[in-house]
């Protein structure tokens, strides 16, 4: 059993599309084995939605997502907002449920490692409470370095366990705009964190073709060391 946390330097970097090409990947190649994916909390509509429509999952609804509050704001505004509490406990059941039973768990961060959970924790204290092996999505843009050092340094403060980074372009990005906002020596260079690649930008995410041959082109064995390396 295999889990991966898909974080990202702040909302909107790509996460859902790492996590989406991911899951188009194994089910294509490994359909015998069981997938698990799980987005622990959700403000407004979005990803869940996404996976319940695009994948076909031996889950239910609040196993995908367990918690979830109407507004799209950060989860300890939101549930401040309609009166709740923001219940890692249940989030944590259903992990261990859905962790138990997959050859391999994708779980999704929300917004960026700073993004507050509740009032005392943010993404990355998650992300070590859990000990769950993580991926930061980097997104090509002006300042792209600057926030994989800082996300980095941040990941390392909360010693989470980063295994590596993967750059998106959630915008149509030319070589030289990859090479200049985003260039993969310099983040290493300042980071140690080894680059594992670099999502296209894809107009349909919908597309689990298009999604699969995205992540074939990731170092996939960095991820996972098996079953990935089998693939030719």
Not at 12 to 35: C, I, N, R
Not at 215 to 221: H, K, Q, R, T
Request: some cysteine; proline content about 6%.
């Amino acid at each position: 059993m295999d889990v991966l946390f898909i974080a990202g330097t702040d909302t909107d970097a790509g996460k859902t599309v790492l996590t989406s090409a991911l899951a188009a990947y194994w089910l294509k190649h490994f359909p015998e084995q069981s997938l698990g994916i799980m987005k622990p909390l959700q403000s407004g509509t979005g990803d869940r939605e996404h996976y319940t429509q695009l994948f076909s999952l031996n889950q239910t609804a609040a196993e995908l997502n367990p918690i979830h509050f109407e507004a799209p704001l950060a989860p300890p505004l939101a549930a401040d907002l309609a009166g709740a509490d923001v219940r890692l406990d249940l989030a944590w059941q259903t992990f261990e449920k859905l962790r138990q039973r997959s050859q391999l768990l994708l779980v999704e961060g929300l917004g960026g490692l700073g993004s507050p959970v509740t009032h005392e924790l943010t993404v990355a204290d998650l992300a070590w409470d859990w000990h769950l092996p993580t991926v930061l999505v980097v997104p090509v843009k002006l300042g792209a370095i600057g926030q994989a050092i800082a996300n980095v340094a941040m990941a390392r403060q909360a010693k989470v366990h980063l295994k590596g980074i993967v750059l998106s372009c959630a915008t149509p990005c030319t070589a030289e705009q990859i090479e200049q906002w985003a260039n993969a020596d310099m983040i290493e260079s300042f980071t140690s964190i080894p680059v594992l690649g670099l999502l296209p930008y894809l107009d349909d995410l919908n597309d689990r073709e298009a999604l699969s041959q995205a992540a074939a082109a990731l170092d996939l064995e960095q991820f996972f060391p098996l079953p990935f390396k089998q693939v030719a």
